[in-house]
């Protein structure tokens, strides 16, 4: 998007425009399903992501200058760049809106929700929201466990979550309910899964290719991702990495 200071709630495309795939999306960990908001109560699929992905926590939000209190100051601080430590899932269920995300460039990313879209931030990226011209949007709100919304205005760097997502680099780190699975590390270990329970987000660490010490970079990842979901990483977890690093 064009870093304009007209109306946020303008499309503010880039001229010419340049449009964004899903793939680089995904590769900023943004994920994004397209559901049938009409039947949300019943929906198989919806209830099927939830369990999967654990999100046992959800609300609606209602934005619209009729059904939001201290509507003018929340929309202000939704703009705000900001993070959170945990991810932000919203499901449109009526209505529209734009989340403005950060890539790898730190440029802004505009994406546009409408009904029956249902997107995913990662922990640690920056990003903010703002309704359309339309004035409205409807979205659920899901939360692994007892939700948390607090968001930290940029610049945050120093919070775990923004560390690693700044720390890693074209590999990443997918976190799963059930399982935490390390994709191709840095350095080449064969893949494996490690059992794990309560993990909430996805990151993408950069950055650690000429790392003479990526090794125990990694190992600091595996310990850190256990602590963070409350759990234990497998021994033969480890064993993969120490050996690489011996």
């Not at 959170?84 to 449109?92: S, V």
Request: net charge negative; glycine share 4%.
């Amino acid at each position: 998007m064009d870093d304009s200071d007209e109306d946020q709630r303008l499309p503010h495309h880039l001229e010419p425009k340049q449009y964004v795939s899903l793939q680089q999306l995904d590769e900023l960990g943004v994920l994004s399903w397209r559901l049938d908001a009409d039947i949300y109560e019943t929906d198989e699929e919806l209830k099927k992501i939830r369990h999967d992905r654990n999100y046992s926590y959800m609300d609606f939000c209602e934005v619209c200058p009729e059904k939001l209190p201290n509507y003018e100051e929340k929309i202000k601080n939704f703009y705000e760049e900001h993070l959170h430590t945990d991810e932000e899932i919203r499901y449109c269920v009526a209505g529209s809106g734009y989340f403005d995300v950060r890539d790898l460039n730190d440029k802004w990313i505009r994406i546009w929700v409408k009904k029956g879209a249902m997107i995913v931030l990662p922990a640690g990226i920056y990003h903010r929201f703002t309704l359309d011209s339309d004035n409205y949007i409807k979205a659920m709100r899901l939360f692994v466990g007892d939700p948390v919304w607090t968001p930290h205005n940029r610049p945050n760097d120093h919070l775990p979550a923004r560390s690693i997502s700044k720390v890693l680099w074209r590999r990443k780190l997918v976190f799963k309910p059930s399982m935490l699975q390390l994709e191709t590390c840095l350095l080449e270990l064969p893949e494996f899964e490690i059992e794990s329970r309560g993990i909430k987000t996805c990151y993408y660490l950069y950055g650690l290719d000429a790392c003479p010490f990526s090794g125990i970079v990694w190992l600091v990842m595996l310990c850190y991702a256990s602590a963070y979901a409350k759990t234990h990483v497998f021994l033969f977890g480890v064993f993969h990495v120490v050996s690489k690093i011996m």
